[in-house]
């Protein structure tokens, strides 16, 4: 059963395709071009800065996503027009953020002191295990604000441009899909995951969960991926030094959430050495069900040919892949970690989370176990019920699912960067 009636959506979306298409064709409006060059260029020309950085091997990522999006995603206008969009908005961020460390470079020296590292694929409650940790003010979280725009446009103390662009872009995501607020349900100063840090480097699944681009995908898969979570990493001490508040003064841990994280383990361990794991863990048929269907929802907003059975069997490769290359990277990781179920913490929340705190040392108090029955208790989080899905939809059956990621479980590990 759809969440939404499809045809309504849809339609709507159809409209919205048709009428940029004719604005193209009489001139009315320039059509979006998304070739590297013109998104630099419309980048600096947005933010006046000339400078995008460089190391990270963002302008080869960009080279290969721009050729990905033009042969193989199958975009619609709109879709044309919300990747031309999401794109320029990354590189003005990188642009931003490089002239802020410039103008600052002692961002570059706020610490980021034991991270807590909540591991897992995509759709493995991992953002519910998130959002419980970011209810213990001990800790400190990245907000959804602060995730889709890292660096402000300009610096004023009565208005904080970010959460400005976040709100429109939360409600342009939302009228475009209202899948999104059930499937992940989020607000403007919610714990969300890191995905809008990835986005400045042009890396990660947040490109691969919207369009159809196989090529970009197997190359961010075969990359070396070390140059990415560096800067990573300055993203985020960039992120805690805007707060300049007393409470970040204190240096409080980090909880960081990414399903990419689970791919790239090797690399982000680098990153964060003395990091601490909360690896969560769900039957893989329903973790591939529960993607498929997120990744549809998103797809065919941008376009109109989108394929079912591709999706279902790219995220069977994909949830094989990342659990490969996690179990590899976890056997080998000396960092303390600590294992949770999705049925388990569903069944007793409390006990889980007594275990993880055991693991972190640190007192599960009677305040912190208050906040967290209210944040379960919200109906933003209880929206969450409402989400349908079935292998069957995307040509899948769940004994095909678990013979292809218990194929993956006993393949020999990928060569592994050294962990620092």
């Known amino acids: 059963m759809e969440l939404v009636a499809p045809s309504a959506q849809h339609r709507r979306n159809a409209r919205v395709s048709g009428l940029l298409e004719k604005a193209w064709s009489r001139g009315w409006l320039s059509r979006p071009v998304l070739e590297p060059d013109h998104l630099i260029a419309a980048a600096r020309a947005r933010t006046g800065l000339q400078e995008l950085g460089s190391g990270s091997g963002w302008e080869e990522r960009l080279e290969r996503l721009t050729q990905a999006l033009q042969e193989e995603a199958a975009l619609s206008p709109l879709g044309t027009v919300i990747a031309y969009g999401q794109l320029v908005a990354a590189l003005a961020d990188r642009a931003r953020v490089h002239a802020l460390w410039r103008r600052h470079p002692e961002v570059l020296d706020q610490p980021i002191p034991r991270p807590i590292i909540v591991l897992g694929q995509m759709r493995s409650g991992s953002t519910r295990m998130q959002r419980l940790l970011a209810c213990d003010p001990r800790l400190a979280h990245t907000r959804f604000f602060e995730s889709w725009n890292p660096v402000p446009i300009a ?3 009565w208005l904080d441009d970010r959460r400005v662009r976040a709100w429109i872009g939360l409600r342009c995501a939302e009228w475009l899909n ?6 992940h349900p989020t607000a403007l100063q919610a714990a969300d995951e890191e995905i809008g840090l990835h986005n400045v480097s042009i890396f990660g699944a947040a490109f691969e969960a919207q369009w159809r681009i196989p090529s970009f ?3 961010s898969e075969a990359m070396d991926t070390r140059p990415v979570y560096a800067e990573f990493k300055r993203l985020l001490q960039t992120v805690a030094w805007l707060r300049k508040g007393r409470e970040d003064r204190e ?3 980090w909880v960081l959430k990414l399903p990419q994280f689970a791919q790239d383990l090797d690399s982000l361990l680098e990153a964060f050495p003395d990091a601490r794991l909360v690896c969560l863990d769900r039957p893989a048929s329903a973790v591939v069900a ?4 997120l990744v549809h929802s998103q797809m065919r907003v941008q376009s109109d040919h989108v394929d079912r059975h591709w999706i279902g069997a790219e995220w069977v490769r994909k949830v094989a ?8 990277a976890r ?4 960092v303390p970690q600590v294992d949770v179920g999705f049925e388990a913490i569903g069944e007793d929340w409390e006990r889980e989370m007594q275990r993880v705190y055991r693991m972190l040392d640190l007192p599960l108090t009677d305040a912190v176990r208050s906040r967290m029955q209210r944040y379960l208790d919200q109906r933003r989080h209880r929206r969450l019920a409402g989400h349908r899905y ?11 699912v678990e013979r292809a990621v218990r194929g993956a479980e006993g393949t020999a590990p990928e060569k592994l960067h050294a962990l620092g």
């Open 290 to 293: 529960s993607s498929a269907s």
């Open 155 to 157: 610096r004023r103390r």
């Open 321 to 328: 892949l990342r659990e490969r290359r996690m179990r590899a």
């Open 390 to 400: 079935a292998l069957g939809d995307f040509g899948l059956s769940e004994a095909e």
């Open 178 to 183: 209202p899948e999104f607020r059930t499937i």
């Open 331 to 334: 056997a080998v990781a000396d």
């Open 217 to 219: 995908a197997a190359a």
């Open 251 to 253: 240096h409080r841990p």
